[in-house]
């Protein structure tokens, strides 16, 4: 079983920066795969950034790529999101997930997700 708790979140102006992390425990993160996802107001829960288990592959939503960042830090239990040029239409609950490894990487797909973090609020004001 892993918990994820995410982090960083807060109130930034647009074009600003936040960068979110996701701290597990209960196991290590190293062969899972770790996804971003996020869900606005009104609107249903939507992919981010995703980042492989072996830490050689990242994707990422069209909306954010070139803004957003996933990166990983197995000897710390952590994965990150650096979140630069913020936009108004960022603002969401950000999730942390995670994918058990050693198959086929659904990155996108959040029901091949096994494990969910509460999620952190990110607003961006204009």
């Known amino acids: 079983q892993v918990q994820l708790v995410e982090s960083g979140g807060g109130l930034v102006q647009a074009g600003g920066s936040l960068r979110l992390s996701c701290a597990a425990s209960g196991r290590t993160l190293i062969g899972l795969s770790m996804g971003w996802f996020r869900q606005a107001p009104g609107k249903e829960r939507e992919f981010v950034a995703a980042?492989?288990?072996?830490?050689?592959?990242?994707y990422y939503a069209d909306s954010v790529k070139g803004r957003f960042t996933i990166s990983r830090d197995n000897a710390k239990n952590t994965v990150y999101l650096q979140m630069n040029s913020l936009k108004p239409e960022d603002t969401a609950v950000y999730y942390c997930?995670?994918?058990?490894?050693?198959?086929?990487?659904?990155?996108?797909?959040?029901?091949?997700?096994?494990?969910w973090g509460q999620g952190t609020q990110v607003t961006v004001s204009s």
């Open positions: 980042i492989r288990w072996s830490g050689d592959s990242t």
């Open positions: 997930a995670a994918q058990r490894g050693g198959g086929t990487w659904y990155a996108f797909s959040q029901t091949a997700y096994n494990y």
